[in-house]
């Protein structure tokens, strides 16, 4: 069973860091395409990041310079550091993990697994 845990989420200032983690279990996230993407209310759900097996990674143009993808692959573990956050930042945040990556990597219906979300607030 697949199953995908969040966490790291919390309120800031603007301005601030956060560092979220996904943990996962009955899936390799070496052998994986593993995303973060946000849904910010009123708001259709965004891709934000991903990660790939070898490092490969892809950010949405809002948020280059600032978010920085990585995977620890012995503690099964994908983390989105967000620095120098903006209040449009805010949005629930969800780890998602699909096969290998595709030329089109933030179409959130190619993605069959989800964890729960956690709640990012910039303030």
């Not at 989420?9 to 899936?27: H, N």
């Not at 503690?75 to 805010?90: F, G």
């Amino acid at each position: 069973q697949v199953q995908l845990v969040e966490s790291g989420g919390g309120t800031v200032q603007a301005g601030g860091s956060l560092r979220l983690s996904c943990a996962a279990s009955g899936l390799p996230v070496s052998s994986r395409c593993m995303a973060w993407f946000r849904q910010a209310p009123g708001k259709v759900r965004e891709g934000v990041a991903v990660v790939e097996a070898g490092g490969w990674t892809k950010y949405v143009e809002s948020v280059k310079g600032r978010f920085t993808v990585s995977q620890d692959n012995a503690k099964n573990t994908v983390y989105l550091q967000m620095d120098s956050l903006k209040d449009e930042d805010t949005a629930m945040y969800y780890c998602a993990a699909r096969g290998a990556c595709s030329s089109v990597v933030f179409r959130d219906n190619d993605y069959p697994y989800w964890g729960q979300g956690t709640q990012v607030t910039v303030s």
